[in-house]
């Protein structure tokens, strides 16, 4: 998945990170190899970027460290980039045939081969030597309208946890979608079929489909397609994307994508191995308190167990995540119907303090920055409201605590108010309690 999908909060993934996959990060740095590192980041971003959707008032870090900066009164839809995102494709680039062991115009000319019969156009497209991982695009119409088809191809430690949420499908109390299939195929690579949708409160018709394949041999291929002919910003074409999911499974599946992901050793246009690139990657973006992907994580248990000692009570836990991140949820039921609440436990962010609070925030005696907001739903659940308390300690650590009126955030609210008061909220983000997470 080259381009950036799904846009996450809760990122110091988002995503994110967005996560679909979002995005979008809980790295295990040994885990991947090569340009394949920063891509299985890139994943995961979208990943949780697409279960948690947009939150106001919590800042991601995207690709390549771009900070995406708290909502303002206008809202986290309108979210700022601090940062550009250099491995992204760049699709005014065109197609090359001399970028790489297996160039840009093979990859272009090895997925036209595979898709069914119709016209293809807008072509763009990524070698095995370029900067970034290859991919290649295409428009394709089978006469029913044209629609974005995208291969991504990248290497990958089968066996490591990013591999394992790349295809694992997203929780639907996170994000709404109309499918999703996860199956172990012969041979062992695991395969994910998804249909969703681009933007999580679907404010446009605009459909997002992908297969997200991961072999043991340690490549993964995913191919992502959409009922418009670009990614976003782009009127719908079709009610559908052109590939079935039965296509989208033969594309991911074809044996002529591991010599291309063998051919990512070359060297990089900026020299040095293309391991040796992902190595830099790797230690340039461990530092713990710049707010990026990399930086301290603490696990989604330890989060989630602290987040149930300090619930009142008169309140069951009726539904938690088995997330491992820095991100956890309840869904809570104190008879008047079902209310999310999630929580981000992120240290090392004593660095965006100044961009994530403002002059105006609150200051506890101990130095602990307070804010709270109270505004709609951002996941296009009708009546849905989310009250927000978002607190940064003078160690870095930053824990923020949402509650919803409705048990997920793209669902109809099923009460009038959270099941948890602002002062509730108050109490467990500012608890002593998140100092001794482990």
């Not at 300690?393 to 009126?405: E, Y």
Request: glycine content about 14%.
């Amino acid at each position: 998945m080259p381009q950036e999908q799904h846009e996450d909060p809760f990122e110091g993934r988002l995503g994110a990170a967005l996560r679909r996959v979002g995005g979008s990060f809980e790295t295990d740095h040994h885990t991947l190899v090569g340009g394949g590192a920063a891509r299985g980041r890139r994943l995961l971003f979208r990943r949780r970027a697409a279960m948690l959707g947009g939150v106001a008032g919590i800042a991601l870090v995207g690709v390549g460290g771009a900070l995406l900066l708290p909502g303002t009164g206008e809202g986290s839809g309108k979210q700022s980039v601090a940062a550009g995102r250099s491995a992204e494709p760049d699709l005014e680039q065109g197609v090359r045939d001399d970028d790489g062991a297996v160039s840009g115009a093979e990859l272009v000319a090895m997925l036209k081969e595979l898709l069914p019969d119709g016209r293809t156009s807008g072509e763009s497209a990524r070698g095995t030597s370029a900067d970034g991982p290859p991919y290649a695009q295409v428009v394709f119409d089978d006469g029913e309208g044209g629609g974005a088809v995208q291969l991504g191809l990248g290497r990958i430690d089968a066996d490591s946890e990013h591999a394992r949420q790349l295809t694992d499908c997203p929780d639907k109390t996170l994000v709404g979608y109309d499918s999703c299939e996860e199956s172990t195929l012969p041979g062992g690579a695991r395969l994910m079929l998804f249909q969703g949708y681009e933007y999580p409160d679907r404010r446009v018709d605009t459909k997002h489909w992908y297969a997200q394949l991961v072999d043991p041999a340690g490549f993964e291929v995913s191919v992502m397609e959409w009922n418009a002919e670009a990614q976003k910003d782009a009127p719908v074409t079709r009610a559908e994307p052109p590939l079935s999911l039965a296509s989208l499974t033969t594309i991911v599946r074809d044996p002529g994508w591991q010599p291309v992901v063998d051919a990512i050793t070359e060297e990089p246009a900026d020299g040095g191995t293309r391991e040796d690139q992902g190595e830099k990657e790797e230690s340039s973006t461990v530092r713990p308190g710049d707010g990026s992907l990399d930086a301290p994580v603490i696990g989604s248990e330890g989060i989630r167990r602290t987040l149930v000692s300090l619930l009142p009570e008169g309140v069951d836990v009726v539904g938690e995540d088995d997330e491992v991140s820095d991100f956890a949820y309840v869904v809570l039921d104190d008879g008047k119907g079902r209310s999310l609440v999630q929580v981000n436990a992120q240290p090392g962010m004593a660095d965006l303090a100044d961009s994530l609070f403002g002059a105006d925030a609150e200051t506890l005696p101990d130095g602990t920055k307070v804010v709270t907001r109270q505004g709609p739903g951002e996941k296009g659940g009708e009546g849905v409201v989310m009250w927000t308390v978002d607190t940064l300690r003078t160690d870095g650590l930053r824990v923020v605590v949402s509650a919803f009126n409705s048990g997920a955030q793209h669902t109809a609210a099923t009460r009038e108010a959270p099941a948890l008061t602002m002062a509730q909220l108050r109490e467990i983000a500012t608890s002593e309690r998140w100092k001794r997470l482990d």
